[in-house]
């Protein structure tokens, strides 16, 4: 499987913002739809946002729309995939993952390949 490197999780308060990052190697990735999901203790992962392989159009789960904001940067070498989450809240607790998806609009995982994710807390 393909490596994903992940960065940008932690513990935050409430109310507060976090930036997630994952890299992928832009030979494999360049021109694949990429999202981001996450998965809270004791629930089945779920989709957060995706975008198309520009970063041209995005999409995003009700429970975020609004706070939450995916962005992309291709280079010559990796794809570097952003998750800009304003005004947190408790319930968005979860290790958050990304991965392709197989439309920029589907909110469905496109591969098996999750990594380790990173860990996001929020405090109430």
């Known amino acids: 499987q393909v490596q994903l490197v992940y960065s940008g999780g932690g513990l935050v308060q409430a109310g507060g913002s976090l930036r997630l990052s994952c890299a992928a190697p832009?030979?494999?990735?360049?021109?694949?739809?990429m999202g981001w999901f996450r998965q809270a203790p004791g629930k089945e992962r779920e989709f957060v946002a995706s975008?198309?392989?520009?970063?041209?159009?995005?999409?995003?789960s009700d429970s975020v729309k609004g706070r939450f904001t995916i962005s992309r940067d291709n280079n010559d070498n990796m794809v570097n995939l952003y998750l800009q989450m304003n005004n947190l809240k408790p319930e968005d607790t979860a290790v958050y993952y990304c991965?392709?998806?197989?439309?920029?609009?589907?909110?469905?995982?496109?591969?098996?390949?999750w990594g380790q994710g990173t860990q996001v807390t929020v405090s109430s």
């Open positions: 832009a030979r494999t990735f360049r021109y694949y739809d």
């Open positions: 975008t198309n392989w520009s970063g041209a159009n995005s999409y995003y």
């Open positions: 991965n392709t998806v197989t439309n920029w609009n589907s909110g469905v995982p496109g591969s098996d390949n």
